[in-house]
């Protein structure tokens, strides 16, 4: 398997512009984890599913951000409309419960300007 | 919600020191407590956890203890090289299926 994959790597937009963040969780994980990182503020949870449906999205910061996972095999993290602050990399994470490792994709760094 | 407090949150040793990160933790339910490493410009990665059952867990040159009294547990690097510079970050989570919290991070600078 090659890990969690997202994508893409890096993005940058500007102020105002819609950004979609996509990511291939480990075949079989049944949790999909989204992470933002920021200096700041480290490393938050902003959603996590268990089994495609959203358990918590109490981290998610406003309603400019929404996640969907369709299926199994993919989960987006939308933001709209695009704002500075939102600047950040966003890790996704996959995992077989959560109370076992959480493996990471590569994350997607995001400059918004 | 749990809360997990991380200290310090920068830490210089000279190689071949011992270096010790701290965490606290505030939910007495959690029983699951890893470790992740973050190289500069790389993604976590798990290089230790620890479950409630256990007091201390080692592997190598790393090792976790854990206090549950206390509810704080600890990271222990011996024999520090410069490739242990990173940042490293605790967590914890309980059977409840809470949600992984973690700490705030501390970046382990180690000097040649």
């Known amino acids: 398997d090659a890990g969690v994959i997202q994508s893409p790597r890096h993005e940058v937009t500007e102020m105002g512009q819609e950004v979609t963040l996509r990511c291939k969780p480990i075949s079989g994980h049944d949790y999909l984890f989204w992470y933002r990182q920021t200096m700041m503020r480290g490393l938050e949870l902003l959603i996590y599913f268990n089994n495609n449906v959203p358990i918590d999205d109490s981290g998610m910061p406003e309603d400019r951000f929404s996640a969907k996972m369709p299926n199994a095999s993919f989960s987006t993290l939308k933001i709209q409309p695009s704002e500075p602050r939102d600047s950040a990399v966003y890790f996704c994470a996959s995992g077989w419960d959560v109370r076992t490792e959480a493996f990471f994709g590569q994350g997607t760094r995001l400059t918004v300007v | 919600g749990e809360n997990v407090e991380q200290h310090p949150s920068t830490l210089s040793v000279q190689e071949g020191d011992s270096a010790v990160i701290k965490c606290t933790y505030s939910?007495?339910?959690?029983?699951?407590f890893p470790w992740y490493k973050q190289e500069l410009g790389k993604r976590p990665q798990l290089i230790i956890d620890?479950?409630?059952?256990?007091g201390e867990k080692k592997d190598q040159r790393i090792a976790v203890t854990l206090n549950k009294t206390a509810k704080h547990f600890s990271l222990h690097i011996t024999e520090t090289q410069p490739e242990d510079s990173a940042v490293y970050f605790c967590a914890a989570s309980n059977n409840a299926g809470n949600m992984l919290t973690f700490g705030g991070g501390t970046r382990l600078m180690v000097k040649p």
């Open positions: 939910d007495s339910a959690s029983n699951y």
């Open positions: 620890i479950r409630s059952n256990v």
